[in-house]
């Protein structure tokens, strides 16, 4: 009985261990802080140069002019500065990361902040295209990711089996995620997304999903590694009081 608690407790430490959000906020920095660096060397000295850089010049005009009560409102933009500029440089990085990875706009897709909805792998073919469905304010989203060759006829028919059991109004939108000509990079899905049109109040996202979800799969995802989640510890914010 003591051999397998012992084994269960190590197990779970090591399940904590290896679970970002189970880490230390510092822990936590670091670890995100060397994906940075790897991804960019020289972004962490421009974070860096960036608050002492801020917080420099609001202490100098504080002392020149006396107004001294700027020295803490000059640290704490300081800070924030280079906090908001560590946090772009680690979804850069994610990017950079995932780039090229099977299931990659899956992840993005999954990382997006609001009320989205995303199911992926709804349709695949055994050259490892896929098309992933997010569901949002703007209607429905087919994204897919492969050859563009091959893709237009993947999201076309996924699109017709989609439009079957929604209305006739609903917009139904279908990206290519790559690097090839016609086909939208993977940095700058979530930037795409967030710019359509919202077409559709929360009752009705609702009710699309509902829809949605009685809708079998077409095809099921061909076996393969596809990573789990792009998601990478968030950078914290700086606390005001």
Do not use: C
Request: aromatic share 4%; hydrophobic share 45%.
């Amino acid at each position: 009985m003591v051999n397998k608690a012992s084994g269960a407790a190590s197990k779970k430490d090591k399940r904590n261990a290896a679970d970002p959000t189970s880490m230390g906020r510092i822990k936590q920095i670091r670890m995100v802080a060397g994906i940075i660096r790897k991804a960019n060397p020289k972004a962490l000295p421009i974070v860096i140069g960036t608050g002492i850089g801020i917080i420099a010049i609001v202490v100098v005009i504080a002392v020149l002019t006396g107004l001294y009560f700027l020295i803490p409102l000059g640290l704490l933009g300081g800070i924030a500065a280079a906090m908001i500029l560590f946090g772009r440089y680690a979804q850069s990085a994610q990017y950079s990361a995932l780039a090229g990875q099977p299931g990659a706009a899956a992840a993005i897709l999954q990382s997006m902040r609001g009320s989205w909805t995303v199911t992926p792998a709804i349709a695949a073919n055994r050259n490892m295209d896929v098309v992933h469905r997010t569901v949002g304010k703007p209607g429905v989203i087919l994204v897919g990711e492969g050859s563009p060759s091959r893709l237009p006829g993947l999201l076309a028919a996924e699109k017709k089996r989609v439009a079957r059991i929604t209305f006739d109004e609903l917009p139904i939108y279908t990206i290519q995620v790559g690097d090839e000509e016609g086909q939208i990079p993977i940095r700058k899905l979530q930037r795409h997304l967030m710019k359509l049109p919202r077409n559709l109040k929360g009752p009705a996202v609702a009710d699309l999903n509902y829809r949605l979800k009685a809708l079998p799969q077409s095809l099921q995802m061909p076996k393969g590694p596809m990573p789990k989640t792009g998601r990478m510890p968030k950078a914290p914010r700086p606390k005001f009081r």
